[in-house]
């Protein structure tokens, strides 16, 4: 087996995360009373929350953020009680909770998801703790329970829930294979294969899902002070501790290629991880802003979800070139570059970033251009069931591009293999050989 390390500092994952959730919740009150804050979380229980569905124009920036740190705060519960072997997968999972909780996903409709997946590690007889990440990420689907419920009544969308929970790890797995690493948003292409036999059900039984686009306006300057503070944030601190050595480790971690799993936690100081979340926090928050795009819900969560993965495999050499892409390729389709779908697109991408880092930029353009048109149309027959649409697309890019790509292409950079990232830093010790079974499944 190979060596694998945990560092030192994998303790204060959880509470470091708590500190986010509660900060988001202290954020949204702020933003709106009591009262204000309570209508607007009931808003948003009883939205369908099909994409795209921003919370910010659902209820208000107040209520939208208190939903995500709520939800937040629910995922380090869960993570702790269960107990997740802590790594750079649970530094995403949080990422994509409190992103996606500005749209799409909600302090109510991701229970039976969740609670499904727990049943299926009890008929396993397997710990929750195998599958936590998994259960929690697959609320992608959520706004499958919000649809039934709204249309049937709360047994039907429950019910559903349930079922989408506990079938989704087997499916997840194999997925993850045949997208050879090079989709990072591996979850999201099982969850648009489990979408394409929903809907169409859906639609069987004379129900009528359809996408939308509720989308918000006009709070650039305040949500870009507040990302732009908590990038720094997290930038700050890492560079603070040994900032030299910090800068050493990110070079390395700058050439890496991201293929998945590529769990920086367990691969390089703190410092460097930290600084990692902050520069691509900075890096997405400025693009949107400089493109002439909007920060709200759907944005956010965007953002969000890049700086998790930058614990997983996201760095600004691999994630550049797909946002590039994404730009280049809006100045050839019919589509506006800053049209709220390639918005998101720009964003959400990235998760095909490991085709830039292994092999060259040039190909993380290609992907990039690629996937802004193939994410236009992947969803439609989706209905905006799975909110993690571009995780689709990307997975259906990953792979036609993939064997293409080592069939043609030689690997264009060279890339630190893990044995050789273990000894450069000696703040790491051995992991056992059980967790770190989970961890790479999860």
């Known amino acids: 087996m190979a ?26 009150m702020t933003q709106a009373g009591p009262r204000e804050t309570l209508e607007g979380l009931a808003a948003i229980i009883r939205a369908e929350d099909v994409l795209i569905t921003d919370y910010i124009a659902v209820a208000g920036v107040g209520p939208a953020f208190v939903n995500a740190g709520l939800v937040t705060l629910v995922t380090v519960l869960i993570l702790k009680l269960v107990g997740d072997p802590l790594n750079g997968a649970t530094i995403v999972t949080v ?17 039976p998801i969740i609670i499904g997946t727990g049943l299926y590690a009890l008929l396993r007889r397997e710990t929750f703790a195998r599958h936590v990440n998994v259960a929690l990420r697959a ?68 129900m009528e899902p359809a996408s939308a686009l509720v989308w918000s306006e006009g709070n650039n300057l305040l949500l870009g002070i507040a990302l732009a503070a908590l990038c720094l944030f997290f930038a700050v601190v890492g560079l603070a501790r040994k900032p030299v050595e910090t ?32 520069l691509n926090g900075l890096i997405a928050t400025g693009w949107i802003l400089l493109t002439g795009g909007d920060l709200n819900g759907a944005t956010i969560g965007g953002i969000f979800t890049i700086m ?6 996201k760095h600004p050499f691999n994630i550049l070139p797909v946002m590039a892409g994404v730009l280049l390729g809006s100045l050839t389709n019919h589509v506006e570059f800053n049209a709220p779908a390639l918005q998101l697109a720009a964003l959400f991408g990235t998760t095909l970033a490991p085709i830039a880092g292994t092999f060259g930029w040039p190909f993380g353009v290609l992907a990039g251009l690629i996937h802004s048109s193939v994410v236009l149309q992947a969803g439609l027959p989706l209905e905006g069931m799975n909110l993690y649409n571009n995780g689709f697309s990307g997975g259906l890019i990953a792979i036609v591009l993939y064997p293409i790509l080592t069939t043609l292409v030689k690997r264009r950079r060279p890339v630190l293999e893990e044995e050789d990232l273990f000894a450069m830093f000696e703040q790491v010790e051995p992991q056992d050989p059980e967790e770190l079974g989970r961890h790479r499944e999860s």
């Open 247 to 278: 800068l050493r480790a990110y070079w390395s971690l700058l050439r890496t290629s991201g293929r998945a799993p590529s769990d920086y936690v367990r691969t390089f100081p703190a410092g460097a991880v930290l600084l990692n979340i902050g």
């Open 95 to 111: 990422g994509l909770m409190a992103g996606f909780s500005l749209f799409g996903k909600n302090i109510a409709n991701i229970w």
């Open 139 to 206: 609320t992608a689907l959520a706004p499958v329970v919000s649809f039934l419920s709204a249309e049937v009544g709360p047994a039907a969308g429950i019910i559903t829930g349930l079922a989408i929970g506990f079938f989704i790890p087997p499916v997840a797995e194999h997925a993850h294979k045949v997208q050879n690493g090079m989709n990072l948003y591996s979850l999201g292409f099982a969850c648009g294969l489990m979408g394409m036999i929903l809907v169409p059900a859906f639609k069987a039984f004379g």
């Open 308 to 313: 998790g993965f930058s614990a997983y495999g």
């Open 3 to 28: 060596k694998t390390v945990v560092p030192r500092y994998h303790r204060a994952i959880l509470p470091g995360s708590a500190v986010f959730g509660l900060a988001l919740v202290l954020f949204g």
